[in-house]
């Protein structure tokens, strides 16, 4: 929006949306508590979006109503994803154009944190400037808009998850930025014109009013943003705080007795004030009024200074290059409103922005703090001592069965029948539905690994078309016009993720091969184990009852006490796993992380909660399960003694009863059924393992389908404005084209910048400035 002579801001549009449903849906979800308990937060964060988006008047009401949603966004981020689900659609403001929509809570406040500083700009504008009061007031606002966009570029827009829109590149803020800046510092030149201050101090405020149009003018040249008739118009006023500059320096020098300086100065000032009417067609009737205005008084100045100078004073007029250089009274800077620095600071029961919304909900960084633990905790548990333990187990089996223990022993205990171990492990085998139960957890297995598969390779043909699209657009325009990285240059965190996760469909389908070749080596007597007791007693050959001696019932006795031994030692075994199980079951770490994250946001209210912040916490919480590692070791030492009582009574016994007649096809089919129990079980806790992996790779493999999704919709956009910038533009040149009057006239800022790289710069945005008028 343009006034006569200052220019505000235009507010960003968006669309309707309501954000309360996908919260609800997340928080039921996501957390443990019911969406029930946030039914009136819900329905304010609804209002309060409404009455901000629609707060389109410039109205310190509708400021207040900015601050309120900008702070409540601020405040949710730390309980809530920011890609949460909901589809913001903005409408860019400076120039005609088409929608923005991001499913990101940040995109959504960086458009309200812009209106906001639109809102400022316009609070100014709005502004009585012909009172003292009024012009306080302006460059108050002005510089509080230009707070805000400091604030949106380096806090908000830098921080965003996708390319930010036109408007909110760097480029394009930091114009507006030292626009808002200018405006005020004019504010600050007007009130000290109209209070009759001296010249000198005058020219000061001048030169640096004409600083930062400048600067403004320079970030525009490389935007390409803002519209046609800002750019004249900043240009303009650029040349005419130059030539103002100059003038009241003119001014001074007449009152010092400095004749030849006073009329340099004049001819500068001309000079510049002729540049900032090259682009009169394209400036409002109050600049170009001024222009002329200062142009008459700076030629009707100058032409008596001439006139005395040659008739009077014979004084030397010194080259533009021996002028001494204007100091800058710099009175402006950015200011960013506490109710965006220290918004979550301003929310409270009696705050200024209202309660904070959803407060009793337990913060999303808690929630991933919680999950991290959980993870560290498991890998630790199950890894480092479940693991280890059932590994040994595993091999004091293996050494058994290689043994011929237990059935060795069981055929010559109990020549007829079935033995009660053997039994009591046919009996477990039914009541768990045996073959019929592994069965049916392969098939939900599966399932999951399919789901999983299928949502990975999503993602995948994502990428590859993303790839596609990219190779055909580079082939078309060739790679000097077509100049970005590739896909996987661009994102390799991406793609490495595509390799890190297909090596775990990988290892798990090896893993899978592996449990269900030992199935299919054990299914015929799992299912022996499962059926009724007449085909188990056909399976099992009876042997006659023999005449044991002595000493081979020694030997059997001493064999039995020492495999009681093993089997009470593995006993306590699984009930230390079983207790150590439930011991994590109990280890419940949210409450500590909340009274961790509530001393956060008391002593610092507006620094975001991250996970990091627990670590300490976690270290001391897996310090608990320090016994349980340093059991291992007693665990390992006691079934070596074991293990070698059993070796040594085994010898003895197969010495003892050489020569006995023991039916070698009982010991066998009786070792058949232990081992295949044994495996019965190893398969079970695969299948265990592997519905609880594809359990939790689930997640991991949907947020990178997200992932991949933003990403190419992020290169879509990036790719629509690389063609765009291909397409070829013809410019015409103005007629008579940009004259040197305006550098002329910032001779001093030049000097005082460093000279010439300061003079191609404003160079290259003059010339860029009549391509642009054309």
């Known amino acids: 929006m343009q006034t006569d002579d200052l220019v505000s801001i235009p507010f960003r549009r968006t669309n309707s949306v309501l954000v309360s449903p996908a919260i609800k849906a997340y928080i039921l979800n996501k957390y443990d508590q019911h969406p029930s308990t946030f039914s009136a937060d819900l329905r304010a964060i609804d209002v309060l979006r409404k009455e901000a988006v629609n707060a389109t008047e410039p109205h310190t009401g509708g400021l207040h109503k900015l601050q309120e949603y900008a702070a409540q966004l601020v405040w949710m981020s730390g309980k809530i994803p920011v890609d949460l689900g909901v589809e913001f659609n903005w409408f860019p403001s400076l120039q005609p154009g088409g929608e923005s929509a991001e499913n990101n809570l940040q995109f959504e406040l960086a458009n309200i944190l812009f209106n906001m500083a639109a809102m400022y700009s316009q609070l100014a504008v709005q502004s009585n400037r012909a009172t003292s009061e009024g012009l306080k007031s302006a460059a108050a606002n002005f510089c509080q808009a230009a707070g805000v966009i400091e604030h949106l570029k380096w806090q908000i827009a830098s921080d965003l998850r996708s390319v930010p829109p036109d408007e909110m590149e760097p480029a394009t803020l930091d114009s507006l930025y030292s626009l808002m800046l200018a405006q005020a510092q004019e504010c600050f030149w007007q009130k000290a014109v109209g209070g009759k201050m001296k010249d000198l101090i005058v020219a000061k405020l001048a030169a640096r009013v004409s600083d930062l149009y400048g600067e403004s003018g320079e970030s525009a040249y490389k935007s390409d943003r803002l519209p046609s008739p800002w750019v004249h118009h900043i240009n303009a006023k650029h040349c005419h705080f130059a030539a103002a500059a100059q003038y009241r320096a003119a001014c001074d020098a007449l009152e010092k007795r400095k004749y030849g300086e006073e009329i340099t100065r004049l001819r500068d000032s001309l000079a510049c004030v002729n540049e900032g009417l090259q682009a009169r067609k394209w400036l409002s009737r109050q600049v170009l009024a001024d222009l002329m205005g200062l142009k008459s008084r700076v030629a009707e100045d100058l032409k008596r200074a001439e006139h005395d100078n040659d008739t009077i004073y014979f004084s030397h007029e010194p080259a533009k290059s021996e002028l001494p250089g204007l100091d800058r009274a710099n009175m402006v800077r950015a200011q960013i409103p506490r109710e965006v620095s220290e918004s979550q600071a301003m929310l409270g029961e009696k705050g200024q922005l209202g309660q904070p919304l959803f407060a009793k909900l337990v913060p999303y960084s808690v929630h991933q703090a919680a999950s991290m633990y959980a993870d560290r905790r498991d890998r630790l548990v199950n890894g480092c001592v479940i693991a280890d333990l059932d590994g040994l187990t595993h091999k004091m089996q293996e050494v058994l069965s290689g043994l011929g223990l237990p059935g060795s022993l069981q055929a010559l205990e109990k020549p007829l029948g079935i033995p009660p171990t053997v039994a009591s492990h046919a009996q477990e085998v039914r009541q768990a539905n045996g073959i019929h139960k592994i069965n049916a957890t392969i098939s939900h297995t599966m399932k999951l690994k399919q789901d999983n598969q299928s949502v990975f390779n999503e993602g995948v043909d994502v990428l590859r078309k993303e790839a596609t699209e990219d190779d055909t657009a580079r082939r078309r325009f060739g790679t000097e016009q077509w100049q970005r990285p590739i896909g996987r240059e661009a994102q390799p965190s991406l793609y490495e993720k595509v390799d890190e996760l297909q090596s775990y469909f990988e290892q798990a389908n090896e893993t899978d091969v592996r449990v269900q070749k030992k199935l299919r080596q054990c299914e015929s007597l799992v299912r022996l184990l499962g059926g009724s007791d007449r085909d188990l007693e056909d399976y099992v050959p009876s042997s006659r009852r023999a005449n044991l001696t002595a000493k081979v019932e020694r030997a059997a006795v001493k064999l039995r006490e020492t495999m009681d031994e093993w089997n009470r030692f593995e006993r306590r075994r699984r009930q230390k796993i079983l207790t150590l199980k439930n011991k994590v079951s109990d280890d419940d770490i949210k409450p500590d992380l909340l009274r961790i994250a509530s001393q956060l946001e008391r002593e610092n209210p507006m620094q975001p909660i991250a996970a990091s912040h627990f670590e300490s916490l976690f270290d001391e919480r897996l310090r608990k399960y320090d016994p349980d590692l340093e059991g291992i070791r007693s665990e390992e030492s006691t079934q070596k003694q074991i293990l070698q009582k059993i070796q040594d009574a085994n ?102 910048n460093g000279g010439e790289a300061s003079h191609d710069l404003v160079e290259r945005y003059a010339n860029h400035l009549c391509k642009r008028s054309s």
């Open 651 to 752: 010898r003895e016994f197969v010495s003892a009863k050489r020569g006995e007649a023991v039916s070698k096809e009982r010991e066998a089919a009786l070792q058949n059924l232990e081992d295949a129990y044994i495996a019965y079980h190893e398969v079970l806790r695969d299948l265990d393992a592997g519905q609880t992996f594809y359990t939790q790779l689930a997640p991991l493999v949907a947020e990178f389908k997200d992932q991949c999704k933003e990403f190419a919709e992020t290169r879509k956009v990036e790719a629509k404005k690389l063609e765009d910038g291909i397409v070829p533009v013809t410019a015409k040149t103005t007629q008579g084209g940009c004259q040197a009057g305006c550098r002329a006239g910032c001779q001093d800022r030049e000097t005082s």
